[in-house]
């Protein structure tokens, strides 16, 4: 739940929460894949290692700054999504969007800033 309320919090995320909401996608049901395992079934080899690493250093906090970055690079192709299969799959196939490990640093590191101010 504090996840979802943070995501529906955050301007940028609008438009594709609200698609999701439209699609009846529950969120909780989608990510919390992702923070069991602490991203690394989710994210390519070196993203989820580099989330780790701050991880320790910041705290647990870096997961929900992570699954933000994530949702933020997910947005636009969520936004175009007309099934909810489709979410399912953006949200699962994360490969391509956080790729570049250092882009998805930056982001999560600028959430994490923002939700620990």
Same mark, same amino acid.
């Given at each position: 739940?504090?996840?979802?309320?943070?995501?529906?919090?955050?301007?940028?995320?609008?438009?594709?929460?609200?698609?999701?909401?439209?699609?009846?996608?529950? !969120?909780? =049901?989608? &990510?919390?894949?992702?923070?069991?395992? *602490?991203?690394?079934?989710? #994210?390519?080899?070196? @993203?989820? %290692?580099?989330?780790?690493?701050?991880?320790?250093?910041?705290?647990?906090? !870096?997961? =929900?700054? &992570?699954?933000?970055?994530?949702?933020? *690079?997910?947005?636009?192709? #969520?936004?175009?999504? @007309?099934? %909810?299969?489709?979410?399912?799959?953006?949200?699962?196939?994360?490969?391509?969007?956080?790729?570049?490990?250092?882009?998805?640093?930056?982001?999560?590191?600028?959430?994490?800033?923002?939700?620990? @101010?």
């Amino acid at each position: 739940a504090a996840f979802e309320t943070l995501a529906r919090a955050q301007p940028q995320l609008s438009r594709a929460i609200k698609r999701l909401d439209a699609l009846e996608a529950e !969120l909780p =049901l989608i &990510t919390t894949s992702w923070f069991m395992a *602490l991203f690394t079934t989710a #994210l390519p080899a070196e @993203a989820a %290692l580099r989330v780790w690493d701050f991880l320790f250093f910041h705290g647990p906090s !870096l997961l =929900l700054a &992570t699954g933000l970055a994530v949702l933020e *690079l997910t947005a636009p192709t #969520l936004e175009r999504c @007309a099934h %909810l299969e489709q979410v399912y799959e953006v949200l699962k196939d994360l490969n391509e969007v956080t790729a570049d490990a250092d882009s998805l640093v930056r982001l999560t590191l600028r959430y994490l800033r923002a939700i620990t @101010a």
